[in-house]
Each structure stands twice: as structure tokens, then as C-alpha cells.
């Protein structure tokens, strides 16, 4: 103590006290924090809320109607859930260039921040299906890939495709291809059933089989093809084909261009 | 008749009786072979030489590529992956032996057509084509013959013989037919039951869900959502967990009330929820491509289309029936159930069908 205060003068002295009174008072707001940092979240939630009511108004509600009711050109969005708006405003699919069979995943016209304060209005409407965190959908078990192989061959194969390339349904409707859509999405496409997709909610296919199908689906993406050409994967049709035409197509041709030219030293 | 055939020979008659005239007039008198035209390698014997180090050139060429084939067996590592355009990333030991063994084999395919167009004697061979029938002579004893040995069997005179004959000969095959009798226990009723049937109003048998394995309750069923479905007692490590499967698999989907058309088959579902076979009534094809907006369930392999929401009715395809369905309720715990079998027998139709 008495070599403290023997220093008590020196030049840094009031540098040292001042970042002493700096960890305090931070250690101090850190111990108190949580009760004020929800209270900002709240508000902060509100403000979402808030902000993508008018984004909705401007974007959204000529078809959903100004509360999201719905109307004769868009459904009701009550109940819907932030999952299926950030699904389909996150994938482009939202807002509608145009009415037809299906609408089809395009360019993305409003940043990830207003996509969350629609998501935040529309989930303020009433309860339904919540986006999920990363960790939801993010598998870290390497054993999640068979699972999950397993599991999307019994409920997403039949549409999908079994590599996930997707296919033809009723009257110009089709499964879209997987290659291309994020694991968050995936897994918001389970829990939502966009447009004539059935939802496989979490009652019937928890949250822990969600994540293993996200992660077969990332997994075949990546996966090489160690055959070569996959030709959309679709299977010995594609590959009956492409054999036919370009390998028997390529015979033929040989077989004309040896055929057309002549040995005969006299050229005819 | 004979007057065709007359005007037929015309040009010929023509020909015969002024040969000079013919040649000159007739514009569909045979030309003949054309004149033999040698090939460079058959006059020039630098060409020909060239042609035969061309060829054995292809020859090497392919034994080369059949040690490479041997040399990339041995020497890359089956799980090696590179990139190769424009096919992507691909097995560097796939892409190796196919493109030595291909190499391989076009080479000597192409060496051989070499040689036989530089090297090979290409001279015409005319071979003249003969009347494919015997000579009226040969036909003649022919069928002489068969009248003496028909004449001498008595099969036409001895009738008891005749008859005796034809009846053995027609009963032989029978054997065979009873043969296949070995191929199999008879299906007997087996495709008008399912293993639904052993559940009764009294003992009802819960639906377990596919992914989770476990009975489920209307709450976890939610309109526009699809769920797979099997009797409770069937597992998957059963001996016949595949044949039973086949003919117990059930879509399970829920459809608002008011979207519902047809009174009977929302009277067998519960609240809504439905329960479906998954085997398609044209050839048994597990269908599932549920759209969940126009409630139609569409077959993969012949584009059978039905309305789920209209007891399952064909809409498209050559399906015969509709998909049948069972009846379901909830037991005293809340679970689904099933109270019997399907309302008519599941999958594609068969000749005793009722």
C-alpha cells in the first residue's frame, strides 16, 4: 500500500486510475446489462415491426391486402409465420413479377435487413412457423448425412428428385432444383410449405431430422461425380439419351466421312 | 395377265432383235461393271509403305494405351478426384481406364479400316444371284415320296392310330403346365387384404409415423402438410417389412373442411385428415407428389392424377380406380387409428378385383 501511494504522483497515475474506473464501470453495466439490453430488443423489435409495416404497405399489400388479410390476388398472411417470408421474399420469389402456375425463384429486391422487418411484421399478425437460427440448421454430426438421405428419400425424393435436381408436377407446376438454395431456406421450405409444397412441421418431422435433410442436401450438392458427365442426374432416360444421339450420332458420321472419301488414286 | 408379262419383256424382245439400235436408244439397258480403278498405295509402293507404317502407327498407339490402362489400374488411388473439363469433378481413375481402354480400342477399329481401304485388294467380285426354288424335278420326287410314306403309316386309313396319336400329343404339354404349379404359393386372397386388416372398431391399430416412429395426434397434423404412415407392430427390421410395407404405406394430409368435396371420403377421414394408400391403382407405383393448394397427387411413372380432395377421383392418367383409403379415428389416448382395412383393395387391378 505504501508503495502505492508512493507512486500516487507519478505521470501515468491518473491514466491507471482512469482505465480502473473504466473496467468498473463496465464490469459494473455488463452485471446489469440483460434486463436493459431486452428492453432494447423490444423496442428494437417494435421498430422492425414498424418499418416493415411500411415496407409492406409500399411492397406487398396490393396483393395481401393493407393487414396482410389477403385478397382475390394473394393469400392471407395471417399465421404465416417470419420462416415463410424470409423464404419467399429471401429467395425472390416475393414480390410476384406475374400470376401463372407457379412462381418461380428469381433476383432478390430487398436486402436481408428489410426481409427480417417484414418477416418481424408479418410474424406480428399471428403465430406461425419462426426462421430459424444457424445453429438450427447448421448440422455438425457427420452421421446427419445418411440420416438424412434416409429422410429425404422417403418425403422430398418424390418431387425433388433423389439428388435433389427436381421435377415435373400437374399442369406446369414443378419441384425447383435444390442445387442452388440455401440450407436456411431448405429448411424454411420444411417448415412453411411454400405454395403447392406440403410442410412437413416440426409435430410431424422434428427439428433434429430438418437439420439432417439440410445436410444431405448441402452435402449432394457438393459432392463430385465421379462418373463424369451427370447429366442432371435424372437417371437412365438423360443417359439413354445423350448415348443415342451423340455417341450413335458421332458413329454415323464416321462411318459417312470414311464412306465419302475415296482411296481410288483418280479422284472422281 | 399374260399381257403384262408381255409388255413387261418388251424392252428385252427389243433388245435381242436389234442389239446395235438397243445400246444407243434405250436409256435403262444395264451398264455394267465400271472399269477396276487402282488406289495410290497400289501403284506407288512409297505410298503403300507409308499406309502400312499408318497403320501399324494405330496399332502401337493402342498397345500403348492398354499398358496405360494396366499402369493407371495399378497406380491411381480409387478415391482420387480432379478436375476435367468440361465434365467437372470426376473420379481420376473412371476417367483414366475409360480413356485408355477407349484409345485401346479405337485404334485398332481404326488401323483395321486403314489397312483394309489402303492395303487390302479392292477388286469387284461380281457373284451372280440364283433362283432361291428347287427345280421342278427335285419338288416332283419330293412330294412323291411324302405321299408313299403317308400311304404306308395308314395314318389316313387306321383312324384308331390317327386319333390315339393327336390326343397323346396334345396332352403331353399339360405336364409342363402343372410344372409351374412349383413356381410359388398361390396369392390366394393376399392382394384383397392389406396389413390394415387385423384392426378392428373394438382393437384399433395406431398409424406410427415413417420419420419419427411414433403414433401421432390430429394437432400434429397440420392442414397442407404431408406425413408418411404405417400400421403400429411394423418395423423395419421384419423379415417382411418390404412385402407388407408395399401394400400398407399411407400419405396422411390434412385439407380444410370446406375445401373437402366428397361427403364419403371426409366421413372416413378425422377433422379433415385424411389417410390415402401410397400405391397407385394403375401398376402399384409408390405416389406421393402431393400439391398441397390443388390437393391432386400425381403418379412419377405414368402421370395418373388424383383429387385428394374429392375421395381421391381419377382427374388425368389411365388410372382405373380411386386411391383407396382407410378409415380413421383417434383412440382414448387422442391417437389416430385405424378401425379395418382399406375400403377396396389397395394397388393396381387384378383379374378376381371385386
Not at chain 1, 411454400?194 to 439432417?212: A, G, L, R
Not at chain 2, 416332283?140 to 400329343?169: C, W, Y
Not at chain 2, 385424411?274 to 401398376?283: F, G, M, N, R
Request: proline share 7%; glycine share 10%.
Amino acid at each position: 500500500m505504501k508503495k502505492l501511494s508512493a507512486r500516487r504522483r507519478h505521470p501515468l497515475a491518473a491514466l491507471v486510475v482512469l482505465l480502473l474506473a473504466l473496467a468498473a464501470t463496465g464490469g459494473l453495466y455488463a452485471a446489469f446489462a440483460p434486463a436493459e439490453k431486452a428492453q432494447a430488443d423490444t423496442s428494437a423489435q417494435s421498430l422492425a415491426i414498424e418499418e416493415g409495416k411500411k415496407l409492406f404497405a409500399v411492397g406487398c399489400s396490393s396483393c395481401h391486402g393493407l393487414d396482410g388479410q389477403g385478397s382475390s390476388d394473394g393469400p392471407s398472411l395471417v399465421g404465416v409465420g417470419s420462416a415463410a417470408v424470409d423464404f419467399q421474399v429471401g429467395t425472390g420469389r416475393m414480390p410476384a413479377q406475374q400470376s401463372g402456375a407457379q412462381v418461380p425463384s428469381k433476383k432478390v429486391v430487398y436486402s436481408q435487413a428489410q426481409i427480417d422487418q417484414l418477416a418481424a411484421y408479418v410474424a406480428s399478425l399471428g403465430p406461425g412457423p419462426v426462421a430459424p437460427t444457424k445453429e438450427q440448421y447448421t448440422s455438425t454430426d457427420p452421421n446427419d448425412v445418411a440420416k438424412g438421405g434416409e429422410l429425404f428419400r422417403t418425403n422430398c425424393a418424390q418431387c425433388h428428385n433423389f439428388a435433389g435436381k427436381g421435377g415435373a408436377l400437374t399442369k406446369g407446376k414443378y419441384a425447383p432444383t435444390l442445387e442452388n438454395t440455401s440450407p436456411k431456406h431448405i429448411y424454411e421450405a420444411m417448415q412453411t410449405g411454400p405454395q403447392n409444397m406440403p410442410s412437413f412441421p416440426d409435430t410431424t418431422m422434428p427439428e433434429e431430422q430438418k437439420k439432417q435433410i439440410v445436410a444431405f442436401v448441402s452435402h449432394t450438392n457438393d459432392e463430385p461425380s465421379p462418373g463424369g458427365l451427370s447429366l442432371g442426374s435424372l437417371g437412365p432416360v438423360t443417359e439413354g439419351l445423350f448415348g443415342w444421339i451423340f455417341a450413335l450420332g458421332a458413329l454415323i458420321v464416321t462411318a459417312i466421312w470414311v464412306a465419302a472419301h475415296t482411296t481410288k488414286a483418280k479422284k472422281s | 395377265m399374260s399381257h403384262e408379262m408381255s409388255d413387261e419383256k418388251l424392252p428385252e424382245s427389243h433388245g435381242s432383235e436389234g442389239h446395235e439400235a438397243a445400246v444407243h436408244g434405250d436409256p435403262f439397258a444395264d451398264p455394267g461393271l465400271p472399269a477396276h480403278e487402282p488406289r495410290r498405295t497400289d501403284i506407288d509402293e512409297r505410298a503403300a509403305k507409308r499406309a502400312e507404317r499408318q497403320v501399324s502407327l494405330l496399332f502401337i498407339v493402342s498397345m500403348l494405351a492398354t499398358v496405360g490402362f494396366i499402369a493407371s489400374y495399378v497406380a491411381i488411388d480409387i478415391d482420387k478426384i480432379v478436375y476435367i473439363f468440361p465434365l467437372g469433378h470426376v473420379s481420376a481413375l473412371n476417367f483414366a481406364l475409360g480413356m485408355t481402354l477407349g484409345v485401346a480400342l479405337f485404334c485398332i477399329g481404326a488401323g483395321a479400316v486403314h489397312w483394309a481401304r489402303t492395303l487390302m485388294s479392292d477388286h469387284e467380285i461380281p457373284a451372280e444371284r440364283h433362283p432361291i426354288e428347287a427345280d421342278d424335278e427335285l419338288r416332283a420326287d419330293v412330294i412323291e415320296q411324302f405321299k408313299t410314306g403317308a400311304a404306308e403309316s395308314g395314318f389316313g386309313r387306321r383312324k384308331m392310330l390317327r386319333n390315339t396319336l393327336i390326343g397323346s400329343m396334345a396332352l403331353v404339354p399339360l405336364s409342363g403346365v402343372v410344372l409351374l404349379r412349383d413356381l410359388g404359393p398361390l396369392p390366394e386372397d393376399k392382394l384383397a387384404h392389406t396389413g390394415w386388416e387385423v384392426a378392428t372398431p373394438a382393437k384399433p391399430l395406431k398409424l406410427i409415423n415413417m420419420n419419427t416412429n411414433e403414433p401421432m395426434k390430429p394437432e400434429d397434423i397440420v392442414t397442407g402438410s404431408l406425413t408418411f404412415a404405417k400400421p403400429e407392430g411394423l418395423e423395419e427390421d421384419q423379415e417382411f417389412f418390404q412385402e407388407q410395407i408395399a401394400k400398407d404405406a399411407l400419405m396422411i394430409i390434412r385439407i380444410a373442411p370446406e375445401d373437402l368435396k366428397d361427403r364419403k371420403s371426409a366421413d372416413l377421414g378425422f377433422e379433415g385428415i385424411l389417410a390415402y394408400s401410397k400405391i397407385c391403382t394403375h401398376v402399384g407405383c409408390p405416389i406421393s407428389l402431393y400439391e398441397q393448394q390443388t390437393h391432386h397427387a400425381l403418379c412419377p411413372c405414368h402421370q395418373s392424377t388424383f383429387d385428394l380432395a374429392d375421395g381421391a377421383r381419377v382427374i388425368f392418367g389411365p388410372a382405373g380406380h380411386p386411391l383407396p383409403q382407410l378409415k380413421i379415428t383417434t383412440d382414448e389416448k387422442g391417437f389416430l387409428v385405424a378401425t379395418g382395412d382399406f375400403q377396396e383393395p389397395v394397388g393396381p387391378s387384378y383379374w378376381e378385383r371385386p
